[in-house]
Every structure is written in structure tokens, then in C-alpha cells.
């Protein structure tokens, strides 16, 4: 098996040229990524990183954000609250979807699409949105372990653009789902979307889910250990979009993507891993992040099944750390 610094470098040598997909456009900021961007990180969870390609390339996190909103949603409400107003049931729909709202649920089904992702952003407690905003920030700082800023382009963009989100959290409004101070928690919803993260600040997140919220660098306790399976079991059923179940039985782990190209996953008790391409896929899952997961999956068995019944092999991998206690 291969070392796993090595194998890093083989990936992103096979998949650097495999220039297949779009970049999204319909927030038209999204549209001026370079396609070529590639860059692949992975951080265990006793914090040590490998990586490899455009890892400290700053692109917006998009809907990786709803993963820890939901984490925060969780801890402000508690579960049984929360999922009074948010599902946890999968849909086989585009993340964007609205017709199930109207027609059949009129709560949206989970937290991963927009519908769930806006109900849950306005459940966020705060005074006012600057208040809710800087909550927000000081969550994900404590997950990226430095500060974050939003991209102001990016959330003008969306923001002037946004009307299938608008229309989503209107009918959500007419269901009684969300409160009618609803542009403010669209604009928060756009803010945390429009996030500046990295590939390797997002192996750094997944890696404290990894670790049962414990920041593997900071050691700081990032969300409570109870809502970790919680979060985790959404992304594993519900964080690929219309790929999801495909996605479950072919890499096996809890991931979430976003449009601009993100993908991050996570190995529980071992690593977070992120890929960040922004060719995506008719799903809008980055078409360089699916195939690199898989070879991972592969390589290590990183599946969760193969992680539960003791297949993984990712230690082997390793190097072994180098001692610092006294002889
Ligand atoms: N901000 C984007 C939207 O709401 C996020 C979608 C995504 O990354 N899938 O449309």
C-alpha cells in the first residue's frame, strides 16, 4: 500500500489534465474560477497534513457551509426542536428543487438542500443579523483555527441572483416554516455561502467532525460530541446532491460538495480529506473531487463499512511520527 503523501502526488499527477465538466455560473461571480485549479488535503486527527496541488487556493465554500450551520442550528434548538422544522430524509433531488416543498412535505426534507440549508440559517439565534453574522464567523473560525472572511463579490452576486433561494424561503414563509424576517436570514444564508475558505482549511474542518469536534490543532472543543453523528448521518444520506446513494455505496463516507468545487469528507476517528476542483459534474458535484475519493476510498478503505469491520488500512500508511519524548 501506498504511502499516502505519495499517493496524494499520484492522484493529482493522473487527474490534473482531466478537464471534464463546467464550472457553475449561475451565480455569475462563480463563472471567473479557473478551471484548472485542482489541490487535494488531507489532515488526520492527530493533526498532521498532507497535501497536495492548489491546496491554498481561497475559493467559497458554498454548501459545505450548511454542514456547520447545521451543527450550530443543533446546538441552539437541540434535535427534537430542529427537526420539527428540518428533515433528515434524502430526496433524489437537485439541491435546488422546490417542487416537493410545494407539493408533498412543506417541510424541507434536510439540511444539505437550499430549502433546509435557508430554514436552518434562520434559526440561527442572534439580536440582529450582524449579531447572527458574527456568530456564524466566530463558529467557523474556530473550525478553520484562524479568521475567515466573506467574499463581498460573491455574495452581491448571489444575492442579486438568487431568486429560485428567494422563491424556496417565500413558500417556505407561506408553510409557516420560516419567519417573515426572511431577506435578512436570506442574506445570512448568501453570506455563509459566500465564505473564503481553502482546501486545506476544509481537511482541517472535517477533520475536528472527524474527531469527535475536537479542532485537531487547536484541541478546542469546535461543536458538542453529541450532534457529531447527527451532522455526520446527514451528510452521509443527504451531502452529494442527487449522487448521494451513489456516492454511499461507492466512496462510503460522509461528505458534503458545493458548487464552486469543493468536496470534503470525512474519515471518522482517522482524517478529513478535501478536494478542491471546480469542474463540476450534471449534479454539481466537482468531477476531479469524485474520482480522487474514490481511488482514496479504494486505497485505504475509507468506507465506512470497511472501517467498521477493522478493513481500513490507513495507518499502514503513515509514516510513523517521530518520537518527542526523552530516551
Ligand atoms: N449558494 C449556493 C446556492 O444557494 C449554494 C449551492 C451549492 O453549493 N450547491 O445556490
Redesign the pocket.
Known sequence: MTDIQAFLDQLYQRYQDLNVGQVAS??PELAKANPDYFGISVVTTDGRSFHAGDVDQQFTI??ISKVFVYGMALEDWGRDRLLEKVGVEPTGDP??SLIRLDETSHRPENPMI?AGAIATTSLIKGENLTARLNRLLAMFRRYVGQDVYVDMSTFLS?RAT?HR?RAIAHLMLNFGMIGDDLEESLDL??QQ?ALLVTGRDLATMAAALANQGQHPLTCEQVLQPQYVRDILSVMYTCGM?NFAGEWAFRVGLPAK????GGLMAVVPNQAGIAVYSPLLDSN?NSVRGLKVFEALSQEYGFHVFDLAMGHCRFQQSLSPQPSTSEP
Open positions: 449561475y451565480i458554498q454548501s439541491f435546488n437550499n448571489e438568487g433561494n444564508y448568501f455561502c446532491y460538495s458545493g458548487v464552486s454539481g
